[in-house]
C-alpha cells in the first residue's frame, strides 16, 4: 500500500471507531529485547500496534513496552500462561 494509499485509510473509521491502521498488530514472539527492537527497527512507522507475548515479556519485554508507548505505539501485553506449550516452555 502506497503512503498516500495510507493515509486515506488511516482518515477512514469504521463504526467502531478504531481506524483501519490500528487493526494490524504485530507479534514480537521474540526471545529478547534487542531481537524486538530490530524488529521494531524494520517494520518502522508502517506498524502502529504491538503484542508482547510471554517468551518475551521475561527477555526485557517491559523495557520494550515502555519504549513502544513512549514513541506513540499502542501494546498488548499478553501475559497468559495457558497458552501453546512451546510458548510456555520458551518463556520458561
Request: hydrophobic residues 45%; aromatic residues 4%; proline residues 1%.
Amino acid at each position: 500500500m502506497s503512503a498516500s494509499a495510507l493515509a486515506v485509510a488511516d482518515a477512514e473509521h469504521r463504526a467502531d471507531g478504531i481506524q483501519l491502521r490500528e487493526r494490524l498488530i504485530v507479534a514480537l514472539d521474540v526471545p529478547d529485547e534487542a531481537s524486538a527492537t530490530a524488529l521494531v527497527g524494520k517494520l518502522g512507522d508502517s506498524v502502529s500496534f504491538y503484542k508482547i507475548g510471554l517468551q518475551l515479556l521475561f527477555g526485557g519485554g517491559l523495557k520494550v513496552a515502555e519504549k513502544l508507548i513512549r514513541k506513540g505505539h499502542k501494546v498488548f501485553l499478553d501475559s497468559k500462561i495457558c497458552d501453546i506449550d512451546e510458548t510456555v516452555e520458551k518463556a520458561v
